[in-house]
Every structure is written in C-alpha cells, then in structure tokens.
C-alpha cells in the first residue's frame, strides 16, 4: 500500500484541482486538443496518457460540465475512471453521469454523443488491470481510499 501523499484531502488541493481542469478544458477546446490531450503528471510523467473530455449534465443544476479525464479506448467504447486521486468520495462528475448517462465525448477535434454506464465488479476486474497499465497511479488511488473506484464504460449512442 502506497502512502497518500498529505494534503491530498485539503481544500486547497481540491482548488488547485479544479482550477488545473479549467485550465485543461480551455485549452483542449480552443485547439481542437493539440493541447492538453496528454496528461503528464506522475505516473504519466515519462508515460503521458490520452485525456478526453465529457461533457455531462449537473444533477442539482442541470448545466453543462466538461471534465478532463484520462481515457482507455477499448474499441468504440471509451473508458474512464472516477478515482478524483484516491480522495474518500466520488468525484462530482461521477454522480452526474449515473443521474443522467447520456453525455458527449470528445476526443481531439472528434465528438461524440455517448451513454455512460458504470462497470459491474466482473467488466471492472477485466477493465481494471489495463487501466493501471495505462496510469499506474490508479493502483496508488485505489490503495488510498476504501470505496471501491468506480469504473465508467462510455458507449456511443446510434
């Protein structure tokens, strides 16, 4: 079990998080995702990993949110990870899509409409060892918390 770095669970952090979203969301809009379609933070440091971007529906608000998140293709499916760092709660966007699934991806220039669904515990434990081969600090979250990190299949709508 890793040790989970201090201050992870701050307020500050969680500000600082948000912000670095922000920032990514913009850029990846503004240049079609030349910029900010790689993650480097981490594990992803020498390894970048693919983001995309979901737009979702807020379950209290009912606006549009865009999350960054890195994401697994696994053929037309898109995979993501609600882990928010191993933090003790899901992440917002999480309980947004599992109130209304139906959000849009966009990977680069291309985006798509799609259906979110969370993976049950057998797709999770085919899907969870090629996701910690993607972002190995998944491992590290999932050792971090003891909620059980949820899996998120997106699947495109016809």
């Not at 139906?102 to 680069?108: E, L």
């Not at 996701?131 to 979250?141: F, N, Q």
Request: net charge positive; aromatic share 8%; charged share 25%.
């Amino acid at each position: 079990m890793d040790k989970k770095p201090k201050g992870l669970d701050d307020p500050g952090a969680v500000k600082f998080m948000k912000a670095m979203a922000a920032a990514n969301v913009w850029l990846y809009r503004r240049t079609g995702g030349r910029v900010g379609a790689h993650w480097r933070i981490g594990a992803a440091l020498r390894k970048p990993v693919p983001i995309c971007l979901v737009e979702h529906r807020g379950r209290k608000t009912g606006l549009l949110r865009t999350t960054p998140l890195v994401y697994l293709r696994d053929g037309e499916r898109v995979v993501v990870v609600a882990s928010q760092a191993g933090r003790p709660e899901n992440p917002m966007w999480f309980g947004n899509v599992v109130a209304d699934p139906d959000v849009t991806v966009q990977i680069g220039r291309e985006r798509r409409r799609m259906r979110a669904r969370v993976a049950g515990s057998d797709e999770r434990e085919v899907l969870w060892p090629r996701l910690v081969a993607l972002y190995a600090d998944y491992a590290s979250y999932q050792s971090w918390t003891d909620r059980v990190i949820p899996v998120v299949v997106l699947e495109p709508v016809a």
